[in-house]
Structures are given as C-alpha cells and as structure tokens.
C-alpha cells in the first residue's frame, strides 16, 4: 500500500497539479487557436482539433484516477473491476455519436420527401411500400 | 499510500484459508472504500449517458452554438473574451481537488489540524465554484434568455449583410462570413431577430431572418451542468459533516488513518474528474 513516504506524496501532489495546469491551459490555447480567434489565418482541421484536445483530457483523467485516487496503490483486481466496465462506453460513445451523424444525414432525406406530393391512399386499400411515400 | 499501516489492513495479509468467515477484505480495501469505487462507477455511467445523449444530438444536427461566442463573458462587464471565466472555474476546482488530495495525506500522518485547514479549503473551493456557476447561469437565463426550450443562440450558414428595420444596409458592423455566431435578443419579451441579406452562394440577394439555435442545447447545458453542480453541492454538504465530525475528533478515535477523509476524496475527485469531460464538450470542442 504504501509506496511514497510523507514527503514524497507531498511533492507528488505538486507535481501533479502543475501538471493538470499546464495541461487545461493548452487545451483552452489550442481551442481559441484552432478555431481562428486568437490570430487570423491559422486554423487546424476539426479531426486534429478534437483528437488532441480529446488526448488531452484523457491524459487529465489518468492523472486524476491514477495519482488523485491512487489508483496507482490500489489491489490490481479493484483497478480492473473498477476500469474494465467503463471500457464499455468506448462502444456507447461510437455507436451513438454514429447513430447522431445518422439522424444529421436523414434530415435532408425527411425535407426532400416532406415536399413531394402525398400519394393518395385509398381507405382500405393494402398498404404497398412500393407506390406509398416512405418518410424514412 | 498510508504510512501508517493500519490495523485492518495488516490482518489481510494473514488469510490463512480462513476466506469465508468474513475476516479477509476482498481487493485489500476496506468496504467503505471498495463501495465508494463502485458507486463511483455507476456514476460514471449516469454522468457518460447524459454526455453521450449530448454527442448523438451534436452530431445529428446542422449547426451548434460556438462555445467561443457563447461563454465569452466575465464578471465586471468582460465581453469577448471566449473561454475566460470557464477556464477560471476549472482552475478552482483543480486546486481544490488539490487541496482534498493534502488533507487525505495529512489524514493518513493523524495529523488533525492538517486535516481541518486543508478541508476547510477544499470547501472553499468547491463554494467558489458554485458561486461562479450561479453567476454564469444567471447570465445565460437572465440576460441571454436561454431556457431548456429554446437557444437565442445561432450560427450563421452563409455571408451576408444585415439590413435594418426599413430594408437599409446597418451601416456599422453590418457584413458577416458564413460560421459567425450571433445572439438572438427580446424586446419587450418578445424575440427580434434581425433580417439580412444573403451576398454569397446559391441564395444570394434574398432576405432571411435570424432563428434562434438548436433547440437540444439549452436543455442538454442545463441539465448536464446542473447535475454536475448538484454533484459539487452534495460534495461540499459532504465534507460540512466530515469536516465537522474531524474536528471534534471523531475519526482520529478510529487509528485508521482518517479513512472516511480518503472516501469523500474519492468521490470530490471523481467530480473533478466529471468536469474534465463536461469542460472538454461543452466548452472546448
């Protein structure tokens, strides 16, 4: 359990602040940078922007599970039983964000068939996907 | 971590088969801790629901408020200054997370002095973060009329210059390029969006009318943000009572190493650790 002396989990500490603190001031730096607001002229393509301010912060998490929390001192069976159910979510962010960019294409596809003219239905008459306008 | 090995962890090394009577702590964590972590989890998860219903309605929609433009007020009267006050708060709750961190170390040294002024600041912080959350909320909802309903928050998708009440071009601060963000006001409750004249692309020369922003992003904000300064509030009622009960000497009775600091440390972290995502979606991307 106990791997630092006082003195040393003192400093750790320190270091570790300093750390996360350097480490938000870029990701805000390379926000306003990226997009163009602090100079004119420069600005990077979104994928790289969000990729490394994304990196950034998963470096921040590590840190404060890891050395915050001392995950770093915990049995590795509590790591893993604490840290493996959350790798679950990797799926749940893909497949949603997935599904969104879905729903942004199909917006064009609903107003297109929203202007078309509405085919006459006749009441009772057999639903044929064919000849009825598919709003999907 | 601790230096001060304690009682109940030095038994654990010594489970001569005796694992079914109830002696052995399972992962060698006591089982306020082990529960902490796994009620954490099951946070975890509430919190990546919230934030990945964020993210499908992100991606699914054309255009989204800039947070540069949105969040670009300080207290005092600063305008234009994207990213400041939020950045500030991040900092707050940082350090205070540092705080919480030396007063677990002084509660593993009994240090009960330690303890209390360390805590007593982590407190703080997690105050002065409410505080500014309240002040950022008020202005979102008192002056820029942001409510979970509608956004007056919007982004232009084409350049073009706007025209005032009777169809002339304004002439000050009149053209605009394609991406500029734009703040819808209300006059006399009631909201005026400005016309303008599209000058590039397919829809040039025709007249358009200012909308307010994807209608997701006010209810997604507040609810998120919110229930992650629900999580602060609770936090700082939390350390009120053990903060309390430290300085009347209740835990230094136990010799564990003020292991009840260490659990509220863990969640007071987690809520840092919350932040970091909430920060990076809302604010950064």
């Known amino acids: ?68 929390m001392h995950m770093k001192y915990e049995a590795p069976g509590l790591a893993k039983s604490v840290l493996l159910p959350t790798l ?34 006749k009441v009772g008459s057999i639903y ?8 999907g | 971590m601790a230096t001060v090995e304690t009682a109940a962890h030095s038994d654990t090394h010594d489970m ?14 006591s089982y306020g801790k082990l529960m902490m972590w796994y009620f954490l989890v ?36 600063g305008h234009g200054l994207p990213l400041v006050f939020v950045t500030v708060m991040t900092f707050i709750l940082l350090a205070s997370s540092f705080t919480m961190v030396r007063a677990v170390q002084e509660g593993h040294q009994e240090n009960k002095r330690g303890v209390v002024k360390w805590m007593i600041l982590t407190i703080i912080g997690g105050l002065m973060f ?44 009149d053209t605009f390029k394609a991406g500029e963000s734009y703040l819808v006001h209300k006059h006399d409750g009631e909201w005026a969006p400005l016309d303008y004249k599209v000058t590039e692309g397919a829809d040039a020369g025709i007249v358009k009318s200012q909308s307010l922003g994807p209608k997701a992003f006010g209810a ?37 190493g003020y292991e009840m600091i260490e659990k509220v440390g863990l969640y007071w972290h987690f809520v840092d650790l919350v932040w970091v995502f909430v920060f990076l979606l809302f604010y950064l991307l």
């Open chain 1, 1 to 68: 359990m106990a791997h630092l002396t006082y003195e040393e989990s003192k400093k750790s500490a320190m270091r570790i602040i300093i750390i996360l603190g350097i480490i938000t001031i870029c990701e805000v730096l390379f926000a306003l940078l990226g997009k163009g607001y602090l100079k004119e002229g420069i600005e990077f393509p979104p994928a790289i922007l969000g990729g490394v301010m994304i990196i950034m912060s998963v470096v921040k998490a590590y840190l404060i599970i890891f050395e915050f």
């Open chain 1, 88 to 121: 679950l979510l990797v799926w749940g962010v893909i497949a949603f964000t997935w599904e969104g960019s879905d729903w942004f294409k199909r917006r064009d596809k609903i107003k297109t068939s929203n202007e078309q003219p509405v085919k006459d239905v």
């Open chain 1, 128 to 135: 044929d996907p064919a000849t009825t306008r598919n709003i």
């Open chain 2, 16 to 29: 001569s088969g005796d694992s079914w009577s109830g002696g052995a702590q399972p992962f060698k964590a």
């Open chain 2, 42 to 77: 099951s946070d975890a998860f509430t919190f990546a629901g919230f934030l990945i219903s964020y993210g499908a309605l992100r991606f699914s929609m054309p255009t989204w408020p800039v947070p540069d433009f949105v969040f670009s007020t300080t207290p005092f009267n």
């Open chain 2, 130 to 173: 409410l505080g500014c959350q309240a002040w950022e909320w008020n202005k979102l909802i008192g002056e820029e009329h942001m409510t979970i309903k509608q956004d007056p928050f919007g982004t232009h998708t084409e350049a073009g210059v706007y025209l005032a009440g009777d169809g002339h071009y304004v002439e000050e601060g």
């Open chain 2, 220 to 256: 997604l904000f507040f609810f998120i943000t919110g229930f992650h300064g629900f999580h602060v509030f609770s936090g700082v009622l939390i350390m009120l009572i053990v903060t309390i009960n430290a300085a009347t000497g209740l835990y230094s009775k136990r010799k564990n």
